[in-house]
């Protein structure tokens, strides 16, 4: 287990751009004393019963790509910020890739041999660029729980291309049912648990809420003996952020600064003092830092919000 006293991972998933970066772009994540970013170059799937994945192609955005993600690393590098590559499925308009399911045996077969030659080509870039963490699926549910075989295979072909260590992405609800645990180095979270009914709740609501929760990932962490790291976390900045805070539904737009706040620092709290717990990824951090985010946005960013500076506080004090 990490021991209580090592630095945290502060990480950001930095999202990919039409255009390479440049210190403009990178400088911001320094300002908030991020010390890891998560890279995420986009594959994309037609639909949830489609068997071909499309990736590193001209008609993808440049951040999306293989050369694309090859430069953020080096970028991102240059500011001594370490790496989680983080290759991840876009299904098109937007369905949960974790009811991605095939309906014969030659469709799984096509989806495992491109989701192979997905992987394993990013596992190649990974281990160019000596990233620090290489995370293999995210939110793959589905395919895990009908294709376990290929999964324990896949992870045997990442070793013997990459040598760092190693995670999967499970959403908040999916991880107690992910078998592969044991053979990689994090258990990897995606942590969007509901935490409070509150339309804005205070912190001390979302510490309790955590009641819930905290506890069975800690015995599960304590069980397989590995730690637990945060794919992803984070919250809208909405009316009721922390009820469901996976809905990502454009509807909700009622704008509550505080209760992303509010939500943020109590997984900080809740969390980062915790010796089997490795810190995590706040979801999402855009490349344009100046023009996104603000005080009328109700999304998930934190940028140039009140919950920047909460994050910049706790990461500052977690180097």
Not at 138 to 157: Q, S, V
Not at 211 to 219: L, M, Q, R, V
Not at 224 to 246: C, H, L, M, Q
């Amino acid at each position: 287990m990490r021991p209580a006293d090592s630095p945290k991972i502060n990480g950001v998933s930095f999202v990919a751009s039409g255009v390479p970066i440049d210190s403009s772009h990178t400088n911001p994540m320094v300002r908030i004393h991020a010390n890891y970013a998560a890279i995420m170059p986009f594959g994309f799937i037609q639909d949830l019963e489609h068997p071909e994945i499309f990736f590193n192609s001209e008609r993808q955005w440049f951040g999306e790509t293989l050369a694309g993600a090859k430069q953020y690393i080096e970028s991102i590098r240059e500011h001594d910020i370490k790496i989680m590559l983080k290759p991840q499925l876009w299904v098109w308009h937007g369905a949960y890739t974790g009811f991605i399911e095939m309906q014969n045996e030659t469709d799984w077969k096509t989806l495992e041999d491109t989701y192979s030659k997905y992987i394993l080509e990013y596992a190649h870039l990974a281990q160019e660029l000596h990233v620090e963490i290489f995370c293999i699926g995210t939110e793959l549910d589905f395919f895990i729980k009908n294709r376990p075989d290929f999964w324990f295979d896949l992870i045997k072909k990442v070793r013997t291309t990459y040598n760092g260590k190693l995670t999967y992405a499970a959403n908040w609800d999916e991880f107690k049912r992910t078998p592969f645990w044991r053979e990689l180095d994090f258990i990897g979270i995606d942590a969007y648990f509901p935490i409070s009914d509150n339309r804005t709740p205070s912190v001390e609501d979302c510490i309790r809420g955590w009641d819930a929760h905290k506890p069975i990932i800690k015995k599960y962490a304590d069980s397989i003996n590995k730690p637990v790291v945060f794919t992803e976390y984070g919250y809208r900045s909405v009316d009721y952020s922390a009820k469901e805070p996976w809905k990502s539904d454009r509807n909700m737009t009622q704008v509550n600064l505080e209760a992303q706040k509010h939500a943020t620092q109590a997984l900080y709290d809740v969390f980062w003092h915790e010796p089997w717990f490795s810190g995590g990824f706040v979801w999402k951090w855009f490349h344009s830092h100046d023009t996104v985010g603000g005080n009328e946005n109700s999304q998930y960013t934190p940028q140039n919000k009140p919950v920047e500076s909460v994050i910049k506080s706790h990461y500052k004090l977690h180097r």
